[in-house]
């Protein structure tokens, strides 16, 4: 790995949308400066060995022009929520897609901010039954109303950014919305939006323009 020049040198390796605090993700960049070329597929054999248990690397290319920052502009989140039907979650969701602007307030280190979180979602939808009977996890018979509705959703990274919490504080604020247990947030994808998939918000690969064409070290 190649470090820094200076008084106190530190490794070259940088975070690219790393994921809040609470929610798991399947989908974290990094990019790493080396002090020589090696193989891509080397490399991260070697990283995912001293990895532990859980933690993988997928893939490693030789980057390209340009920052891999620049590309992450969408995050793809999928929210379970516990307690909650797919028919309770659609009537939340719709009211929600219906506001031009939905405001919600987070306390951070230079104080109380207002965030748009409406702004930032550029899709929403919902997945699961009404209802799901036979579902004993929350305690229940299996028979009361209820269930695990998901949230699928993208959001466009802006500044600050709107995390899953924020939203789910919104869905509160303009239908009630309150999951029996902690909500379960992952990130399943980030990158450009794509603008040749269908529908509204669609995540790109932000690795693709450095596997085309394909670079091999010298």
């Known amino acids: 790995m190649a470090y820094s020049a200076g008084f106190s040198p ?16 399947e989908a974290e960049y990094l990019e790493i400066g080396l002090a020589r070329q090696v193989d ?3 490399l991260r054999r ?3 060995e001293a990895l532990p248990e859980g933690l993988d690397v997928l ?3 030789v980057a390209g022009p340009g920052s891999l920052a620049e590309r992450i502009q969408a995050s793809h989140w999928r929210v379970e929520l516990p307690g909650v039907s797919a028919g309770e979650l659609r009537v939340a969701v719709a009211e929600f897609l219906s ?9 951070t280190k230079d104080g109380k901010r207002s965030l748009d979180t409406r702004a930032a979602v550029l899709s929403a939808s919902v997945d699961g039954p009404a209802t799901e009977p036979g579902d004993l ?3 229940g018979t299996g028979t009361e109303p209820g269930g695990r509705a998901i949230l699928d959703m993208v959001v466009r990274q802006v500044t600050p950014s709107v995390r899953p919490d924020d939203v789910l504080a919104a869905l509160r604020l303009v239908a009630g919305l309150a999951p029996a247990a902690p909500p379960v947030a992952v990130r399943v994808a980030q990158g450009p939006l794509d603008g ?3 529908g509204a918000g669609s995540v790109g690969d932000p690795l693709a323009a450095d596997r085309s064409p394909v670079r091999t070290p010298s």
């Open 10 to 25: 530190h490794p070259k390796i940088s975070y690219v949308g790393a994921a809040p605090t609470g929610v798991a993700s």
């Open 40 to 42: 891509p597929e080397q």
């Open 46 to 48: 070697a990283l995912d």
């Open 59 to 61: 893939e490693a290319v």
């Open 99 to 107: 506001r031009e602007e939905l405001l919600v307030d987070r306390l």
């Open 137 to 139: 996890s929350s305690g």
């Open 196 to 198: 040749s998939s269908a």
